[in-house]
């Protein structure tokens, strides 16, 4: 189980740092000339340490192993925090369906997602400027976290659900004239082990295709 989560690991950072992001840029490059071609949809994985995680990299190597599904992760990419910003700017060109998959920390997301937004999400790219570029796309997250669902709930210990700590992303997606989708929620994280992780990550791949499907654009 270890031994395979390590090379799921290994395969999904191979992917997201060398050919798969190639290949996506690629993708923006040409997006334009290709009026008929199938919705895709880019990842954003934002987990300080992959390398410990059970659940987001079981999650990710399920997205990864799906056609037309491409996983960028941004630890892996950009360490110190450096985001080349047309680079990003041009994979979520590329793409029709943008999904953020990360851990709930302190009730938000890790610290590089939100600075990705800050610095790629910009006036006249994201919002305003007359032509925002990424209106008409799906936004989508994929959020686990470590409290279970019943302590998302007006009585439980997080007194709201996970819903609520997701509208600044909801917000985004209607600034930026985007669609946005019910979000992917795995509760109780570190104590999914076994058949109950695999349920679950199984539930992931057709999530994202039905995120696809309803694009509309097959
Ligand atoms: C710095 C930090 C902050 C966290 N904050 C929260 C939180 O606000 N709410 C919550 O339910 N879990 C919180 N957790 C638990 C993580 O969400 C949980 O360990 C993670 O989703 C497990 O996924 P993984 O196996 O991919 O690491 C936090 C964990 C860390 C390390």
Redesign the pocket.
Known sequence: MIGNRRRGDENLRKRASTGQVNSVEQRGAASDAQTHRAPSCLIVLA????D????????AAEASSLRDVHVADLYDRYPDYQIDVAREQSMLLAHDVIGLQ???????M?ALLKEWFDLVWLHGFAYGGGAPKLAGKTLFCA?????DAD??HPVGR?AYP?ED?LRPVERTAALCGMHWARPHI??D??R?RGDRLSVAAKGYGPYIAARLEERGVA
Do not use: C, D, K, Q
């Open positions: 987990h300080p340490r992959l410990r995680s059970l659940i987001n990299s079981t999650l990360f851990p709930m920390f302190w009730y938000s890790p959020v686990t976290t470590g409290g302590s998302y997080n996970v700590f795995l509760h994280a570190p999914l």
